[in-house]
């Protein structure tokens, strides 16, 4: 079952947002998501990734098969996500705390519904534009690189119409005004819409 809350907005954003150096919080009191019907029929797969080319390696041995649907990663060094490219099927995917750097190689990767990138190191949101299946998107706490955080553009998201719940929690970002098409009026504090 789904709160009033979400069913009144596409884009169900809970975040604290750092803008122009002031914080702002919206939230929605009571929010409940739906899980994704098929989430208990399709097999997870859960990886740990210790040494730099082994989701690579993973991708080729058939570790990781081609017709993966769920994939969770965890891993304590920068990894390389190209090896993701081929896996069309992929409909969730989670790799937060992997110090990803670049995403462009998700790209491909057009039947994702869920996506969660939260506590990594990429600025560019861009590749993210044309993945229109996605229904959840967590980017939390990206800092965009420790040494020089970056303000992160959320324009690549404006058409993601399909999009019911974003995380920018602790993700520094210049304005939420990209967003504004995906969320109702009212819902936006108008100091973000600058």
Do not use: H, W
Request: charged share 15%; aromatic share 4%.
């Amino acid at each position: 079952m789904r709160s009033l809350c979400t069913k009144l907005q596409r884009v169900l954003l809970v975040a604290t947002l750092m803008v122009g150096g002031n914080m702002a919080i919206t939230s929605c009191a009571n929010v409940i998501v739906d899980p994704p019907e098929d989430r208990d029929t399709i097999p997870n797969i859960s990886v740990d990734v210790y040494y730099e080319n082994q989701l690579a390696d993973m991708v080729e041995s058939g570790e990781i098969p081609q017709d993966v649907a769920t994939l969770r990663i965890f891993c304590d060094i920068p990894v390389d996500l190209s090896p993701l490219r081929g896996l069309s099927n992929l409909k969730y995917l989670r790799m937060n705390a992997c110090k990803i750097i670049d995403i462009s190689s998700l790209t491909d990767l057009t039947s994702l519904k869920e996506l969660d990138l939260s506590v990594n190191d990429f600025s560019d949101l861009s590749p993210l534009s044309g993945l229109n299946n996605l229904k959840n998107l967590n980017l939390s706490a990206n800092q965009g690189g420790a040494l020089s955080p970056i303000i992160l553009d959320l324009t690549p998201l404006s058409g993601l119409i399909n999009l019911e719940y974003l995380n920018l929690n602790q993700s520094p970002i210049s304005s939420i005004a990209p967003l504004s098409g995906l969320i109702p009026v009212g819902f936006i504090p108008r100091s973000l819409l600058r």
